[in-house]
C-alpha cells in the first residue's frame, strides 16, 4: 500500500491533462509535475488516496528523450509553462492527443477527421499581454514577477521567455520607480498598499505598447516621474491606471484613468486593424492568431452571400476577419464595453457590413430571427473554457445553420459541446488543433460541423 512520504522510483508512462507526468507503482497510479514520458524518476509521495496519488519529483535518474533543458530558469516552479521541459514536437503531440482523446473519450466520436495541428515556428516571446504581480518577500524587498504554481507567493524576475521582451525594461524601470519612490507593494491579507500589478500589453505589428499599473487607491504619486521614466521605452503609446480596490482575487478593476499618451494600442490580425484598450479580451498570441482565424474562415468557405452570426464576438476579433468574405456578419456579447470596442473596430477598418449587440446571444439570436426574420447560413461561436451555455446550444440547433464552425480554448468542454450539436443533427467533419500557448498545456482547436 502506497503511504504518504513513501519515496518510489516509478517510469512515466503518460502525461496527465495538466500536464504532469502519470507514473504507475505495483498498478497504483502517481500524478508528478515535472516529468515526462519516459523518464525514471525517484518520487517522494505526497498525497495518497484509494487508487491514485500525487508525488513530488526528487531525481531523476534516467531522463527521457524527450526531456530538454528549459531555456527558463525558474520554469519548474512558475505556474505559466508546465511542460517547458518537454521537446516542442512532444508538445505537439502531447495536445493533438489531448484533442483526440477528449473527442472520443467525452464526445462519443470514433471517426475523426483531424488535421495535424498547426504549431508555431519560435515557441518564444509570442505574448502580446502580460500581467505581473508586485509584493514584497519576507525581508521586506519589493518583487515582481509571476506566481508559484497554486500559491499567491511570488517568484521575483524581470524575465519572462514567453512574453514580449519589452516587458524585461518596463519591469526593470518599475522595480527601481517603486523602490526609489516608496511606493507600497499591495498585500492582499491586509488588503493595504497601492500597486498591486503591472499588466502590458505590445501590438507585434505596430510596435506599440501599453502599461496600466493596477492600484488600490485613486491615484500614484510622482506621476511625471513614471511618465518620464517609461516614455523612454521605444513604443510606449499608452500609460494609464486601473483602479481596483476589491479585495479580491480578480486582476483588473472597472475604472481606467489616462496618465499619458491614449489609452488603447492598436496592433493587427492581418489586414484588420484592431483598438486594443487595457480591459479588451485580445487573443494573446497574434502570430498563432492570424493562421487560428484563417483556419476558422476556411473552416466557414464563404462565397460572399451568407449571413454569419458570430457569438461571444469579444471586440469583433473574428466578426471582422469573416466580413471580408461574408454578406453579412452579426456580433454577439454580453460584455457592452467590448461591443464598443468591436463598433470601433469596424469603423477604423471601414467594414460596414458587420453588426454588434449586447446581451446573451441565446436571446438575441431568437429575437431577430423572429421578430427581423434575420437568418444564420453559418454561426461561429469562440467561447470561453467553460464551453456554451446549453441554452445557446438550442438556439443553435433550432436556428439549424448550414455550418458551425466552433474556436475552442479548452478540449474537454468542446467534446461536450460537439456531442450536444451531434445529438441535435450536426456531423462533425474536420477538426484541427492549433497552438497559442507554447510551453503550456493549453490547446486551440477549430472544428467545422454540418447539418445531417
Not at 194 to 222: A, F, Q, S
Not at 249 to 275: A, C, S
Request: overall charge positive.
Amino acid at each position: 500500500m502506497v503511504k504518504k512520504n513513501d519515496q518510489l522510483i516509478v517510469t512515466i508512462e503518460d502525461i496527465g491533462a495538466n500536464g504532469e507526468g502519470i507514473g504507475k507503482y505495483q498498478g497504483y497510479t502517481l500524478f508528478i509535475k515535472n516529468t515526462a514520458v519516459g523518464d525514471k524518476v525517484l518520487v517522494k509521495v505526497m498525497k495518497a488516496g484509494k487508487s491514485y496519488g500525487y508525488a513530488r519529483l526528487m531525481e531523476i535518474i534516467e531522463p527521457s528523450a524527450f526531456r530538454v533543458s528549459p531555456i527558463c530558469p525558474i520554469a519548474g516552479k512558475c505556474g505559466g509553462c508546465q511542460i517547458m521541459h518537454l521537446d516542442y514536437e512532444k508538445q505537439l503531440e502531447y495536445k493533438e492527443d489531448k484533442v483526440r482523446n477528449c473527442l472520443t473519450k467525452i464526445g462519443g466520436f470514433d471517426k475523426i477527421t483531424m488535421e495535424p495541428i498547426v504549431g508555431m515556428d519560435y515557441p518564444y516571446y509570442y505574448r502580446n499581454k502580460s500581467q505581473f504581480p508586485v509584493g514584497k518577500n519576507k525581508e521586506g524587498k519589493v518583487v515582481i514577477g509571476f506566481y508559484a504554481s497554486r500559491t499567491h507567493s511570488i517568484i521575483d524576475t524581470d524575465h519572462c521567455y514567453i512574453g514580449a521582451d519589452v516587458n524585461i525594461k518596463i519591469i526593470k524601470f518599475m522595480r527601481s520607480f517603486t523602490e526609489k519612490y516608496n511606493i507600497e507593494p499591495y498585500d492582499e491579507v491586509k488588503h493595504t498598499g497601492l500597486l498591486r500589478h503591472i499588466l502590458t500589453r505590445m501590438g507585434y505589428k505596430t510596435g506599440e505598447v501599453m502599461v496600466c499599473l493596477v492600484i488600490n487607491g485613486k491615484d500614484i504619486p510622482h506621476k511625471n516621474k513614471l511618465v518620464e521614466g517609461l516614455r523612454k521605452i521605444p513604443g510606449m503609446k499608452s500609460i494609464c491606471l486601473n483602479i481596483n480596490t476589491s479585495n479580491t482575487n480578480v486582476i483588473l478593476g472597472e475604472k481606467v484613468i489616462k496618465v499619458w499618451g491614449e489609452t488603447y494600442i492598436e496592433d493587427y490580425i492581418g489586414k484588420v486593424k484592431y483598438r486594443i484598450s487595457p480591459l479588451s479580451f485580445f487573443q494573446v498570441n497574434p502570430i498563432q492568431t492570424e493562421k487560428l482565424y484563417n483556419l476558422a474562415l476556411e473552416y466557414a468557405d464563404l462565397q460572399g452571400d451568407e449571413v454569419v452570426w458570430d457569438l461571444y464576438c469579444g471586440i469583433g476579433t473574428i466578426s471582422l476577419f469573416l466580413a471580408e468574405k461574408a454578406k453579412k456578419v452579426y456580433g454577439v456579447e454580453i460584455i457592452p464595453q467590448a461591443i464598443e470596442d468591436a463598433k470601433v473596430n469596424a469603423r477604423i477598418n471601414g467594414i460596414d457590413n458587420a453588426e454588434f449587440y449586447v446581451g446573451a446571444a441565446e436571446e438575441i439570436l431568437p429575437k431577430k430571427h423572429k421578430e427581423e426574420n434575420i437568418s444564420a447560413d453559418v454561426i461561429v461561436v469562440d467561447p470561453p473554457r467553460k464551453g456554451c451555455d446549453q441554452k445557446l446550444l438550442d438556439t443553435i440547433i433550432s436556428i439549424a445553420p448550414k455550418k458551425v464552425v466552433y474556436v475552442s480554448c479548452d478540449p474537454a468542454t468542446l467534446a461536450r459541446d460537439l456531442k450536444y450539436l451531434h445529438e441535435g443533427g450536426y456531423e462533425l467533419k474536420k477538426v484541427r488543433p492549433v497552438d497559442q500557448f507554447g510551453h503550456s498545456v493549453h490547446v486551440e482547436t477549430v472544428v467545422l460541423m454540418s447539418r445531417k
